[in-house]
């Protein structure tokens, strides 16, 4: 039976008699966090710093989006989340349990996609989630066949059951992956790259997977390159780089940093890029009939009047909101690496 932590444990990690990560001063919301660490860090042999005194947070129910460029420590702070390489410093935990030292109470409740599954290719897709599920000791043998029936079917893979694991293409590869992290319901469902190599379509069914798994109250801590979806299906996020933490919180406070472009649409676009810019509007970018840039700090109705003073011809005229991918170069200075 499992007596829950130690007093050991709960010194390891740092845990105050409050419950919460003590070290750095805790926020209130790290209690109730799914994932919450404290400072951690991981430095690897010969001095490289991958992750630098990480502070996170992850409410449960939500789907979080975990951002950043190539190097940026994403894959290593999910290994160490999964007990799979143990911090150099620092607190973690997962489920309200210290990790590493808890994996094995945690472990079973999570489900988890990373780095791309692991795949016996002599064997079907349904033999390989069979062998899965055999592997898990909470694992009902007497319903095994019905459990990875019903896995293969939501992930869209219940047709290509019986093809050998060798002859499936990437993205079907990925949706096995996922259908393993599904066998049984899971309070975290931690994926790493969840759509690579899926075709639109399938990158549509999987964020639609993601939703129904947050509607029903599992917690989906996603770890991707593409702003778009995370844009689409989380509903947090949290932004890295070079092993820091940048910034986080709900998506839509994100974006909403971002100061967005203020965009004119007129026939006289030179005109209109001169008056903008004397009007202190930034990074003008004319394309075709419309003229944008970083609005000014002003009134934005004095912005158009110059216009209309000026004799330009406003056929539109209007402040696009910030998107999250504004909000990363804003954070960054820098595009947005797809190698992830």
Known sequence: MDRGPSADEDKAVGRGVDGGLDEGGARGEDEDAVIATRALT??????QLAVDGLDLSVPAASVFGFLGPNGSGKTTTIRMLMGLIAPTSGAARVLGRPMPESARA??????????????????????????????????????????????????????????KAK????????????????????????????????DPQGMREIRSLVRELAAEGTTVFLSSHLLDEIEQVCTHAAVMAQGRLLTQGP????????????????????DAARVLKEQGVGDLVTAGDRVSGEPPGRDLAEVNAALVAAGVRVR???????????????????????AG
Do not use: C, H, W
Not at 42 to 47: H, I, L
Not at 193 to 198: K, S
């Open 42 to 47: 991981k430095r690897f042999r010969g001095g």
């Open 167 to 198: 002859a499936y293409s990437l993205g079907m590869k990925q949706r096995l992956g996922l259908a393993a992290a599904l066998l049984q319901p899971r309070r975290l469902l931690v994926l790493d790259e969840p759509t690579n190599g899926l």
């Open 106 to 163: 945690v472990l079973p409740q999570v489900g988890a996609l990373i780095e791309g599954p692991a795949l016996y290719g002599f064997l079907s897709g349904r033999e390989n989630l069979m062998r899965y599920d055999a592997a898990d000791p909470t694992a009902e043998g007497r319903t095994r066949r019905a459990r990875v029936g019903a896995a293969l079917e939501r992930v869209g893979l219940a047709s290509a059951a019986g093809k």
């Open 316 to 338: 539109g005229f209007g402040l696009e909101r910030g998107t999250l991918e504004d909000a990363f170069v804003a954070l960054t200075g820098e595009g947005f690496d797809v």
């Open 251 to 270: 998506v839509a406070e994100l974006a909403a940093r971002a100061r967005g472009r203020l965009t004119v649409t007129t026939p006289d676009t030179a």
